[in-house]
Every structure is written in C-alpha cells, then in structure tokens.
Nanobody, 126 residues
Framework: QVQLVESGGGLVQAGGSLRLSCVVS????????MGWFRQAPGKEREFVAA????????YYADSVKGRFTISRDSAKNTVTLQMNSPKPEDTAVYYC???????????????????WGKGTQVTVSS
C-alpha cells in the first residue's frame, strides 16, 4: 500500500517562508517523478511544482517560479517544497503526488499522477 503524507503546513505571514514535506511509504520514490499541487476554496486543483525521475529537471507554475523550490531526498523517501516569500494567494491545501507509470509524463497534469496524499493546509496572512 503506497501512502503519501504531507506535513509542514500552517499559518505564515506574507514574505516569510514555509517548508512542506511529503513522506512516501510502501514504495521507493527513486526513479519516479513527483509533484505538488494545491487547491484553494472554490477552485480546481492546480499544478505547483514537479521534479523529474532523475532529478535533472524541475517544473514550476508561473505563479510560484522564483519563490518555491521542489527537491527530493531519495534516502528518506521524501519530497519537499520550500516556499519563500509566500503571498496570500498561495493559501490553499497542498497535495503531494507520485507519477503514474505506463503513460507519458507531462508534469503538470492531474492525470500524470496516480498516488496522492491527503494534503496540508497553508494559510498566508497579509
């Protein structure tokens, strides 16, 4: 049974920083692309960041580029999202996801992933 558990969410002031972690159990994340998505109240889930299977490439939504950083620690089976200079519009539930195997991975699409965590709430105050 593959499980993804996010942590690190909370309340942060705009301009501060927050570090989200996603610990994966039941399967190694080594060689598997990973992503972060978010969903704000009343909005659809949207892509935030992703890292390729070999860590050679990272992908970011335009809205977070230059502020957020995705990284992986395969030894700890953990993916992190470093959030610097968050803005109130970054307020959302953040989800970690693992690549769906057997299909072409495009990084930014929900269907690129088949394992999801339950999310962690991030609230950015102005």
């Amino acid at each position: 049974q593959v499980q993804l558990v996010e942590s690190g969410g909370g309340l942060v002031q705009a301009g501060g920083s927050l570090r989200l972690s996603c610990v994966v159990s039941g399967r190694s994340i080594s060689g598997r692309a990973m992503g972060w998505f978010r969903q704000a109240p009343g909005k659809e889930r949207e892509f935030v960041a992703a890292i390729s299977r070999d860590d050679s490439r990272t992908y970011y939504a335009d809205s977070v580029k230059g502020r957020f950083t995705i990284s992986r620690d395969s030894a700890k089976n953990t993916v992190t999202l470093q959030m610097n200079s968050p803005k109130p519009e970054d307020t959302a539930v953040y989800y970690c996801a693992a690549e769906r195997r057997g299909t072409t991975w495009y990084a930014r699409k929900l269907n690129d992933y088949d394992y999801w965590g339950k999310g962690t709430q991030v609230t950015v105050s102005s």
